[in-house]
């Protein structure tokens, strides 16, 4: 590994401030900015770079985030409120070579079972508010995909949720040549319309089925007779 990069902080915290990773109050205490910049940089044998700005200008943590490895970018903008319903984040994904991230997906989760991984993949999501209370939408796409015992020739979703009961509630995904181990799909369809409270819920697919291999032996042995 060889990571290069400079970062510069800037903050102000309460006297009586302890950090606590997981208390969004804790980051909330911290006042000020703070900027890293890597570049020039690799891991497990993948080319990385990447930039972080944080800033408490505004009432909250404003973020733009940004990192490319070997080809793959990804970007995480938003702001994280004073108040929960003032939370807003937008994150963007652009893999055109899934392929050229298996050295540092095995380097980092050497048991996610992505084994193999390759293909292509395009996303973008929004969030507001703070889980539990959170509305998010987004599109997913992607073309050759392969991960462990997982494949598609094409994969589209898109989704809208959000926490009301009678809010709408939407999810639909549309693939071609699905497989995973040995369950294959020409076609799969599958879609989650409604609000919360009450949905339906559509799946579809279609699969060339095929006699069972003994078969091969049997036609075998009669074209030779």
């Known amino acids: 590994a060889r990571l290069n990069g400079a970062w510069n902080a800037e903050l102000q915290a309460p006297p009586s401030w302890r ?13 000020g900015k703070a900027e890293l910049d890597m570049q020039s940089s690799t891991l497990a044998g993948v080319p990385l770079q990447g930039t972080l700005r944080a800033d408490s200008a505004a009432a909250g943590w404003s973020i733009d985030a940004k990192a490319s490895a070997a080809n793959n970018k990804a970007s995480l903008q938003g702001l994280l409120a004073a108040r929960a319903d003032g939370d807003r984040w937008r994150a963007e994904i652009d893999a055109p070579s899934l392929a050229a991230l298996q050295p540092l997906v095995t380097a980092l989760a050497p048991r996610a079972g992505l084994e193999g991984l390759d293909g292509a993949a395009t996303g ?8 539990p209370a959170v509305r998010t939408s987004g599109t997913l796409r992607g073309s050759a995909l ?21 809010a709408p509630l939407s999810l639909k995904i549309d693939g071609q040549r699905v497989a995973r181990g040995e369950a294959s799909f020409d076609t799969l369809r599958a879609a989650v319309d409604g609000t919360l409270a009450a949905h339906r819920i559509d799946i579809d697919g279609t699969s060339a089925l095929r006699p069972p291999a003994w ?3 049997v036609l075998g042995a009669n074209s030779k007779s």
């Open 124 to 131: 973008q999501m929004q969030v507001t508010g703070r889980w």
């Open 146 to 166: 392969r991960a462990g015992p997982f494949s598609a020739a094409q994969l589209n979703a898109q989704w809208q949720a959000a926490p009301e009961r009678d």
């Open 19 to 31: 950090f606590d990773a997981q208390s969004v109050a804790s980051w909330l205490a911290l006042r």
């Open 215 to 217: 078969t091969d032996a």
